[in-house]
């Protein structure tokens, strides 16, 4: 069998409110299906238009060669490594759905192309339209400058999660009851933290953050740092940490549904009435189940002068858990409903007597 042919692509890791010890953005690279790329970029399934409505201004088309912008404020500023984040992003979310489903996906629309649009207005929102087959990403003013919906990790692979959901469960986009839309924002938020979970680096590398200097240099971690408590409160659990201030979030990132509580009756709350807030509780279930196999599996692992575990392997464990829960989670899709056209079966030939 021939191997898969890819393409590297430099994307920001989590968002760019999460900054490494020297305060700089963390970036890492994912390796995306190849195709042969216009300026845009525009693919087969994926086609990026910079038209900012705010403004009036269309900018000029990105071309995808492979480069990482050389400090932050290039990154920032950088309208084409903007189109080349959310285009990796988004395809890197589609391959991921195709391999765990075992064939191609169709979004929730007749066209083959998805229009992404980076910079489509100034407004703190980010959206997935049907009719507009496009998903579209605002910019806003935050502490640090012009912040950019576009360059959340966890923000593109929301909303490619819903364009996807709508092509495999087209009714779902039109709920019956709060349940359905709270799953189409619970089955998001799930697939955008599993995602970054899966990427072994960043995991290491923000475990590292809150290790010693000297541990570090080592590859160490200390146990207690990934113990479940611990891991309940990092920053890899928390959900686009650049929005969360700038909506008044008292922790710091936009959701953190890892910390609600098991509650029998939590349906019942008024609070959990809202889509955002009732699909929380799933996610909560879903991160929480992922927090606690990490840990157990971290448990069987030896120590290092007792209190210490070898910090790639610690990755490499919660990376491989992450990975296995969201194939699951995408799987679970095509179990849900057996009378989906897409099980109906093809009527017979008919047979000929000779």
Known sequence: MAELRTRKMPVVAQD???????????????????????????????????????????????????????????????????????????????????????????????????????????????????????????????????????????????????????????????????????????????????????LKQVLQTLLAQSTPAGLRRKGLVAKKEVSRERLMKSVLLGLAEEMGPATGSATGALRRSVEIPPDVNILKRPEYEEAHNRGEILVAAMMQTFVDAWTRRLGSLGTIGGKYLDLERVGEEGAAIADVLLTMAIRAIDLHAPDSHRFRRLPERPRHRR
Not at 50 to 65: E, F, L, N, Q
Not at 136 to 146: D, L, Q, T
Not at 154 to 180: C, K, N, Y
Request: net charge negative.
């Open 16 to 198: 760019p409110g999460v900054r490494l010890d020297d305060d700089r953005i963390l970036t890492t690279t994912v390796s995306v299906p190849w195709e042969d790329l216009q300026p845009g970029p525009i693919g087969h399934r994926v086609c990026v238009i910079d038209y900012d409505s705010s403004t009036g201004k269309m900018y000029s088309p990105a071309v995808v060669d492979g480069s990482e912008p050389a400090s932050d404020e290039a990154l920032l500023g950088d309208p084409g490594f903007h189109a080349a984040n959310v285009y990796a992003l988004v395809m890197r979310t589609l391959a991921r759905f195709e391999y765990a489903l075992g064939r191609r996906v169709a979004w929730g629309f007749k066209a083959h192309q998805l229009k992404v649009v980076p910079h489509a207005f100034e407004e703190m929102n980010a959206f997935y339209s049907r009719e507009a087959e496009s998903l579209v990403f605002g910019y806003y003013p935050a502490e640090k400058g012009m912040a950019f919906t576009c360059l959340s990790h966890d923000i593109v692979v929301h909303e490619t999660s819903h364009a996807l959901l709508d092509g495999l469960r087209e009714r779902f986009m039109s709920p019956s009851s709060p349940d359905q839309a709270a799953f189409h924002e619970g089955f998001g938020d799930i697939v955008a933290l599993l995602s970054v979970f899966s």
